[in-house]
C-alpha cells in the first residue's frame, strides 16, 4: 500500500526566505504527483502537478521536483510571502491508469510565513 | 472552487439518522469523488464516479453510499450517522480519470452527536 509522508509537519519562517517542503513515497510506480494548497476552512487549490516522466514543474514562484526513484518530491517555494501561509499536501497518483481513484494524499505541511 | 458547490455548509445531526450531502458542478466533468479529511488522516476516498450512474467504492467506503443521475450531481448519503463519521467531507471533480488533476469544493463540516 503505498504511504506518502510529508516534512516537516509544521513550519513557520520569516518573510522573504525560501523555503522547501517535502514529500516522500514508498512505491515509485506512480503515475503522477500533484501539490496542492488549502486554505483554513476551506477546499484543496491544485498548484503544480508532475507527470511520472517529468522531473520538475514551475509556476511563478513554486518550483516542484521529482525524483521517482527515490520516491521524493520537493516543493520549493521562492521569497516567502504571508499570503503563501497555508496547508500544503502532496498527493500521488498510482500506476494503473486508474485515474484519482488511486490518489493518496500526504498529512500535509502547515507552513506559517511570519511578516 | 472551479463551479463547484457543496450543500449543506455545516450541518450537526444526530446519531442513527440518515444525512445526505450535495455536491453540484457547472464543468460538465466526467469524473466526481467524495472525500473525506480527519486530523492525523489527512484525505481519504470514499466513493468515485466516472459517468452518470456510474459508481466505485474507495477506501473508506462502508457506512456510506452514492448516487449520480445527473452529470452535474453527486450526492453522499450516509444512512445511519454514527459519531465516526464526523468529519470534513469534500467534493472532487476531474476532467478525465487518466490525468486526474483535481479541482474541490469548499467542504462540508458535519458533525454527529
Known amino acids: 500500500k503505498q504511504e506518502v509522508t510529508q516534512i516537516p509537519a509544521a513550519l513557520s519562517v520569516p518573510e522573504g526566505e525560501n523555503l522547501v517542503l517535502n514529500c516522500s513515497f514508498t512505491d515509485s510506480a506512480i503515475y503522477n504527483l500533484q501539490w496542492f494548497r488549502q486554505d483554513p476552512g476551506k477546499g484543496l487549490t491544485s498548484l503544480l502537478l508532475i507527470q511520472s516522466s517529468q522531473r520538475e514543474q514551475t509556476s511563478g514562484r513554486l518550483n516542484a521536483s521529482l525524483d521517482k526513484s527515490s520516491g521524493r518530491s520537493t516543493l520549493y517555494i521562492a521569497a516567502s510571502q504571508p499570503g503563501d501561509s497555508a496547508t500544503y499536501l502532496c498527493a500521488v497518483a498510482k500506476y494503473s491508469g486508474g485515474g484519482a481513484d488511486g490518489l493518496t494524499f500526504g498529512k500535509g505541511t502547515h507552513l506559517i510565513i511570519q511578516p | 472552487d472551479a463551479g463547484i458547490t457543496q450543500s449543506p455548509r455545516h450541518k450537526v445531526t444526530e446519531t442513527g439518522t440518515p444525512v445526505t450531502l450535495r455536491c453540484h458542478q457547472t464543468e460538465n466533468h466526467r469524473y466526481m469523488y467524495w472525500y473525506r479529511q480527519d486530523p492525523g488522516h489527512g484525505l481519504r476516498l470514499i466513493h468515485y464516479s466516472y459517468g452518470v450512474k456510474d459508481t466505485d467504492k474507495g477506501e473508506v467506503s462502508d457506512g456510506y453510499s452514492v448516487s449520480r443521475s445527473k452529470t452535474e450531481d453527486f450526492l453522499l448519503t450516509l444512512e445511519s450517522a454514527t459519531s465516526s463519521q464526523t468529519s470534513v467531507y469534500f467534493c472532487?471533480?476531474?476532467?478525465?480519470?487518466?490525468?486526474?488533476?483535481?479541482?474541490f469544493g469548499s467542504g462540508t463540516q458535519l458533525s454527529v452527536l
Open positions: 472532487a471533480i476531474s476532467e478525465s480519470g487518466e490525468l486526474p488533476k483535481l479541482f
